[in-house]
């Protein structure tokens, strides 16, 4: 919302210095025209009279020898579209504006291009905007107009943020930087914001604070500074730094333009009180809570409201279970009302934590379903984006094609003579070296598979008389020679089976590459049973598919061992599994509410005895939570 409204903004200054004063002509015709032209310009109308008057404008014009002001009306009748937020009548009268213009008028079809850009992204058709900002850049390319290359680099940025593309967002904004000059604040302030978000949800905090601290040196305006120094706090407070961030949102609460912005207020109220509380969960912070949430209720300020019941929800949660439940049902419910898939994610999270069994696996399937549903949509956008990219380089390649002299397509025709010639001579040599480099690479191939089943069946053979067999003949001794009692011959023969399964595992194909994710979503769903129900959140979001392949097999025993202990000895009713990039680092959340362990005795039991040594293998690290009657939780990391 704050890009919207900032990238509204650059495009009122744009128009408004634009805009030429329309000149009157000596008719009464034209005394007409001019008073209505004049009215249509008033600032102190509203945007429907004045759009009123540009009707009757282009009534009293001749379409044939009056095209300059024709352009000019419908150029302005567009601007004040706009203000109504009627963006599809806005492009509509951009369009009829663009028929008129001569086709060696290329800084003029730059600029429509450009404004008609913002009317799509404004009304959501972020490829559409996309298409005409770069298209719009291809022209002033031409006629080499860098600061206006610069704002629609901006605008790019920020598309490509809002679709999930922060790398290529990066590059843009990095890009629009070299374009745009010093003087340039409004958009020199809009491409920091943009690459300070862009950092956030890369979850690299001190880049987004560096680019926060870029944009307030330049920020025009206390209310711009004011939207950036909470942003700079939230960064602060997600990094952990509970005291830099508390001290920035009170300084913010004392600036009397804070006073004057309800909505801006409640949000600084409640991010500190929240802030606050995560540094010390017994701090009084309830108040603060219930003053942000009044304002947000007199301001029907439905996204505030939702922060507000989130973090409700989780001050209850150790305080009072079925308040903290009540929270976040009216966070799932007002989200549902808004449309927002994310925050209805998060609700249904906290409902899933917070509820009993039966209710949570409810839950767990809306859950599922607007996660799958989110995942589709974003998948769609990214590809329907990188389409577009691709179309619009393609579209830059006909064009410099076009711009080709007859004299050079004869100077390629000519090198495409000569190298017809040589290839006719040199392509028989080239075949042969083909195939038989294609001999040499088959030979080798089947060479490495044959050393690699070799390698394999030794490993396997040297496993089982090492591992199973020694245990085999010791419990066969057992039963001869002593009389131990049938618990400990059953652990003994536990054993065996734990070993000869764990060679199973270790040996079986696993599917990995680019379908690495779905089969290991569809291994840790086959444990949902009628009594376990088995939770796992944004397995699709960390790019597992892109580890090595090592590291893919890896990853995938130790979750296994860990769901088939869960299976076998934690009697849990329910199991969350889930995934998160932080920093340099994937790091994977397993947890139950089974029966647990002593930690003590966990290396004995459960055949846990291999995850370790695995973790340890890709350079990873795994701790492990549990106690008898407590649940069991496994913490693993490994570096990207």
């Avoid at 397995?539 to 598919?545: C, F, P, R, T």
């Avoid at 994937?586 to 459960?606: F, M, P, T």
Wanted: glycine share 4%; hydrophobic share 35%; with cysteine.
């Amino acid at each position: 919302m704050n890009m919207l409204k900032n990238s509204f903004l650059l495009f009122t200054v744009f128009y408004q210095m634009q805009f030429v004063v329309f000149a009157s002509e000596g008719a009464s015709k034209k005394d007409s025209l001019s008073f209505h032209l004049e009215k249509m310009k008033d600032v102190k109308l509203s945007p429907a009279t004045g759009l009123y008057h540009a009707n009757k404008a282009l009534h009293l014009i001749d379409k044939e020898t009056d095209i300059k002001t024709r352009k000019k009306i419908l150029g302005y009748k567009a601007y004040l579209f706009g203000n109504l937020r009627n963006y599809d009548s806005a492009i509509f009268s951009t369009k009829k504006y663009l028929k008129l213009l001569k086709k060696e008028d290329i800084k003029g079809v730059a600029a429509q291009y450009s404004k008609m850009g913002y009317y799509y992204r404004a009304n959501s058709q972020m490829d559409s905007a996309y298409y005409c900002y770069n298209y719009s850049n291809e022209m002033f390319s031409i006629v080499q107009d860098s600061a206006r290359i610069g704002e629609n680099l901006t605008h790019i940025a920020i598309i490509q943020s809002n679709l999930g593309d922060y790398t290529g967002s990066e590059e843009t904004g990095i890009k629009a930087l070299d374009y745009l000059d010093k003087s340039n604040i409004v958009y020199l302030t809009s491409v920091y914001n943009c690459l300070a978000i862009t950092s956030k949800n890369q979850i690299d905090f001190k880049e987004t604070i560096y680019w926060n601290d870029k944009a307030l040196t330049i920020a025009s305006t206390r209310g711009d500074s004011i939207v950036i120094l909470n942003n700079k706090a939230l960064a602060l407070r997600d990094m952990g730094n509970y005291d830099q961030s508390i001290l920035l949102f009170t300084e913010l609460l004392k600036d009397p333009k804070v006073e004057e912005q309800p909505r801006t207020k409640a949000r600084i109220i409640d991010n500190k009180a929240y802030t606050a509380w995560l540094k010390n969960k017994n701090s009084n912070v309830l108040s603060d809570f219930l003053i942000a949430k009044e304002i947000r209720l007199q301001e029907k300020d439905s996204i505030g409201l939702i922060a507000s019941y989130a973090h409700f929800s989780d001050f209850y949660k150790l305080k009072n279970q079925k308040i903290a439940i009540a929270y976040a049902l009216r966070m799932y419910q007002l989200a549902r009302r808004k449309k927002s898939p994310r925050d209805q994610l998060e609700a249904l999270q906290k409902l899933i934590d917070l509820d009993n069994a039966k209710s949570a696996k409810k839950y767990y399937m809306s859950y599922i379903s607007i996660s799958d549903s989110l995942v589709l949509a974003e998948k769609q956008a990214g590809n329907k984006f990188a389409k577009l990219k691709y179309d619009s380089e393609k579209n830059r390649e006909e064009n410099l094609r076009l711009k080709i002299v007859n004299s050079e397509k004869e100077l390629e025709l000519e090198k495409e003579k000569i190298q017809n010639i040589i290839g006719a001579v040199s392509g028989g040599t080239l075949l042969l070296g083909f195939v038989g480099f294609g001999y040499y690479r088959r030979q080798k191939h089947q060479q490495e598979k044959k050393e690699e089943v070799y390698k394999t069946e030794t490993r396997i053979a040297k496993k089982i008389h090492d591992e199973v067999a020694n245990n085999v003949v010791n419990i066969m001794n057992k039963v001869q020679y002593t009389s131990e009692p049938k618990e400990v011959l059953l652990d003994d023969l536990e054993k065996v089976y734990l070993l000869t399964r764990n060679i199973s595992h270790q040996n079986s194909t696993i599917e990995t590459g680019a379908r690495f994710e779905d089969s290991l979503k569809a291994l840790l769903a086959s444990f949902n049973t009628t009594t376990t129900t088995v939770i796992i959140k944004d397995i699709y979001s960390v790019d597992l598919k892109s580890l090595a392949k090592e590291k893919q097999i890896e990853l995938y025993r130790v979750l296994q061992e860990l769901m088939v202990n869960m299976q076998k000895h934690s009697k849990a009713k329910l199991v969350a599994i889930s995934f998160k990039k932080e920093r340099n680092n994937y790091v994977i959340n397993y947890s139950d509410n089974g029966i647990g362990v002593v930690l003590k005795e966990l290396k004995l039991k459960n055949g846990l005895i291999n995850v370790e040594s695995r973790i340890k293998s890709i350079n990873g690290l795994i701790t492990f939570d549990t106690s008898l009657n407590n649940g069991f939780k496994a913490f693993i990391s490994f570096k990207i």
